[in-house]
């Protein structure tokens, strides 16, 4: 089925350990977004792109970076994991950057552990 | 920029009750509104939206009213089920056509 995949599910990290998390969307969606999820904060921004080679900072862009080579493809990095960095991370992907009459199609979650 | 403001859960209700999830939002002009859903252990779902004030969203015998005149979009079902338990989130673009902004979001559990 057409949508958003994110890889890996689950990881546990030490403090000081870097990792990439991949989000695919086979959509030919325009524009894809990072969000974390935290108990009591809702969903918060991190980065998103608006196309292909292009990427902007959210709300919450320290000590992540993103990627996007591939218009399929938009990848999350943390250089030097923390444990504030403990979340859920959501990866969404949408026709236009507002959303308008179209919604964002989410990927089902990465939970990370940083110890 | 743009913000709502859910009210908190959790909410617990018996089967066939009525739900009112409220939202209240600040904004400039007038832009699109959105309910968001998210089931355990995924990732969240449009639920239903409305693009201009007065508009009236539906889906899944869901549903919420654009007005501007309270600047609120609350959300409503009729008779609630057990599959309905989940995390509702109300959402708006931050500004302009930027990306959209969530609520704290509220947990609703159903029981039979």
């Known amino acids: 089925n057409a949508g958003v995949t994110q890889t890996p599910k689950f990881r546990v990290l030490k403090t000081g350990q870097s990792m990439t998390l991949l989000c695919a969307q086979d959509?030919?969606?325009?524009?894809m977004y990072w969000y974390r999820q935290d108990p009591g904060m809702g969903l918060r921004l991190i980065h998103y792109?608006?196309?292909?080679?292009?990427?902007a900072k959210g709300e919450v862009p320290d000590g992540y970076n993103v990627s996007r080579l591939k218009k399929q493809n938009f990848l999350l990095g943390l250089e030097s994991a923390a444990p504030s960095q403990t979340s859920v991370y959501f990866c969404?992907?949408?026709?236009?950057?507002?959303?308008?009459?179209?919604?964002?199609?989410f990927g089902s979650g990465t939970r990370l552990t940083v110890v | 920029g743009n913000s709502v403001t859910q009210m908190e859960g959790p909410v617990t209700l018996s089967e066939e009750a009525f739900l009112t999830i409220n939202c209240t939002y600040t904004?400039?002009?007038?832009?699109?509104l959105f309910w968001y859903v998210q089931y355990p252990g995924e990732g969240l779902q449009l639920l239903l939206k409305?693009?201009?004030?007065?508009d009236k969203g539906s889906n899944k015998g869901f549903e919420a009213t654009y007005r501007k005149e309270t600047t609120s979009f609350h959300l409503e079902k009729g008779s609630v089920q057990v599959s309905d338990s989940a995390v509702y989130f109300c959402?708006?673009?931050?500004?302009?056509?930027?990306?959209?902004?969530f609520g704290k979001g509220t947990r609703l559990s159903v029981i039979a």
């Open positions: 969404a992907s949408s026709y236009r950057r507002n959303a308008e009459g179209y919604g964002y199609t």
């Open positions: 959509m030919n969606h325009e524009y």
């Open positions: 792109s608006v196309g292909e080679g292009t990427t």
């Open positions: 904004a400039t002009g007038y832009p699109s």
């Open positions: 409305a693009t201009k004030a007065d």
């Open positions: 959402a708006l673009p931050n500004s302009g056509n930027t990306p959209l902004v």
